[in-house]
C-alpha cells in the first residue's frame, strides 16, 4: 500500500527489439502485485494494435500506451497517461517500456521528466537490457566498442546509458558464456552495475525486485552524445508490421497450436531477418503469447494447454529488415495460411505496416 503524500516511482526499461523488456517488465510487475504493491505499466510503439499492451491487461495490469511513435517524440502524452494512472490508480510502480529501436532516453525523457514533472513521479533506476543470446551470437560481430554501422550505434548508444544494465536470457547461456558477456559489457560501460537475469529460470529477479524498492532516487545518467542522422538510419532499417484478426470455427481448435504453428510459419518465412516478432492468441480460456528474436521462439502461457475454444483474437507484430509492403503481404499470407489449416473463418482483419520516421524528441537536455 503506498504511502500517502508519495509518488509513483517510474522505471524505464529499454533495449533492442526483442531483449525481453515486455517478459521481465511483466515478471516484475507479478511478483511485486503479490506483494502488494499496486503496479502499472506504459507500452510504446510506431504503430497501433499491440501485444504487449494486450497482453499486460489479459494478465490483470493497468496498461496505457503511447503509439505513434517514441516516448521522447510524445512526452506529453506520456505525461498525460502517467497524470491519469496517478489520478484513477494511484500506483507504487510504473513500468514503462520504449520501442526497442528507441535511446538517448537520458537526454529526452528522464531528463525532460526530472526538470517539469519531478512531483508527478519518482525516477527509479534505467534499466537495460542486453541481450544474452544476441550477446554470444549477432554481437559478437558487432564493433559495439567502436561502432560505424548505424545498428551498432543505436545498440552501442542503448547500452551506454544505462543506470543498470541487465544481462537478461541467462538460461541460453552457458557459465563461460555469461561470464564473457559480462566481462564485454564492464569493458564497454566501465563502472555499470550489471545483473544476469532469466525469467524462465528467475534467476536475478529478486535481485532487481530489492533493488526496485530499496534504491534512491534516480541520479540522471549523463547523456551520451549521438549523430540523429546515424540514429535515424538505424531506425530506418527496420519494417514495422502491427495486425488484428479474428478466427473462429465450428469444430473446436487448439489456441495455442495456433499461435505456436504460426510463429514457426514466421521463422521460417523470416529467415534470420526477424528483429522481434510476436504473437498474442487470446480466447474465454486464456491467452497464449509467443515471440520470435535471434531465431529462437519462446512462449508465455495463461491457458492450458489442451483447452479448445471455438473463436480467438489474434494480434501480431513483426519488426524486420524489408520493405513494408513485402512484410504486410508476408503476415497477410501468413494469417490465411493458418485460417486454411485449421479449417477456420476469418474476420475482422486490420493491419499498418510503416517504417519509422526520424526521431524529433519534444525536449533533449543536455
Known amino acids: 500500500m503506498r504511502k500517502q503524500n508519495t509518488r509513483p516511482k517510474l522505471i524505464l526499461i529499454g533495449g533492442f527489439l526483442g531483449s525481453g523488456k515486455t517478459t521481465l517488465m511483466m515478471a516484475l510487475g507479478e511478483e511485486l502485485a503479490k506483494q502488494g504493491a499496486r503496479v502499472a505499466v506504459v507500452t510504446n510503439d510506431q504503430g497501433e494494435f499491440l501485444v504487449d499492451t494486450a497482453y499486460a491487461r489479459s494478465k490483470g495490469l493497468t496498461a496505457g500506451e503511447v503509439l505513434g511513435g517514441c516516448f521522447c517524440c510524445n512526452f506529453g502524452e506520456l505525461v498525460g497517461i502517467l497524470e491519469n494512472l496517478e489520478e484513477t490508480q494511484k500506483p507504487d510502480y510504473i513500468f514503462a517500456e520504449p520501442v526497442g529501436?528507441?535511446?538517448d532516453l537520458?537526454?529526452?525523457v528522464l531528463g525532460p521528466m526530472k526538470l517539469y514533472h519531478d512531483e508527478l513521479v519518482e525516477l527509479g533506476p534505467?534499466?537495460?537490457?542486453?541481450?544474452?543470446?544476441?550477446?554470444?551470437?549477432?554481437y559478437e560481430h558487432l564493433r559495439l566498442?567502436?561502432?560505424?554501422?548505424?545498428?551498432?550505434?543505436l545498440v552501442a548508444h542503448q547500452l551506454k546509458e544505462a543506470s543498470i544494465l541487465i544481462l537478461s536470457k541467462d538460461d541460453l547461456l552457458s557459465v563461460q558464456d555469461r561470464d564473457m558477456s559480462v566481462a564485454r559489457l564492464k569493458r564497454l560501460v566501465p563502472g555499470a552495475q550489471i545483473i544476469h537475469c532469466s525469467t524462465q529460470s528467475g534467476v536475478g529477479l529478486e535481485a532487481i525486485i530489492?533493488?526496485?524498492k530499496d534504491s534512491r532516487p534516480l541520479n540522471l545518467p549523463v547523456p551520451v552524445d549521438i549523430d540523429y542522422d546515424v540514429y535515424a538510419a538505424a531506425e530506418a532499417e527496420l519494417g514495422w508490421y502491427n495486425g488484428l484478426a479474428s478466427f473462429s470455427s465450428k469444430t473446436p481448435f487448439s489456441p495455442t497450436d495456433l499461435a505456436m504453428d504460426m510463429m514457426s510459419d514466421l521463422k521460417r518465412e523470416l529467415g534470420g531477418d526477424a528483429a522481434h516478432a510476436k504473437i498474442l492468441v487470446t480466447s474465454a480460456a486464456g491467452s497464449i503469447k509467443a515471440g520470435l528474436a535471434g531465431g529462437r521462439l519462446q512462449a508465455e502461457s495463461a491457458i492450458d494447454h489442451e483447452a479448445v475454444v471455438d473463436r480467438v483474437g489474434l494480434t501480431l507484430n513483426i519488426r524486420t529488415l524489408g520493405a513494408p509492403e513485402k512484410l504486410e503481404a508476408a503476415a497477410r499470407?501468413?494469417?490465411?495460411e493458418a485460417a486454411r489449416r485449421y479449417g477456420l473463418e476469418e474476420s475482422g482483419y486490420r493491419s499498418e505496416a510503416l517504417i519509422p520516421g526520424a526521431?524529433?524528441?519534444t525536449h533533449r537536455l543536455r
Do not use: W
Not at 534499466?127 to 543470446?133: E, P, S
Not at 566498442?145 to 550505434?153: D, M
Open 210 to 212: 530489492t533493488m526496485l
Open 145 to 153: 566498442e567502436q561502432p560505424v554501422t548505424p545498428r551498432e550505434v
Open 106 to 108: 537520458a537526454a529526452t
Open 359 to 361: 526521431p524529433k524528441p
Open 101 to 103: 529501436s528507441c535511446t
Open 333 to 336: 499470407r501468413l494469417i490465411e
Open 126 to 138: 534505467y534499466l537495460v537490457l542486453a541481450d544474452g543470446g544476441r550477446m554470444r551470437g549477432e
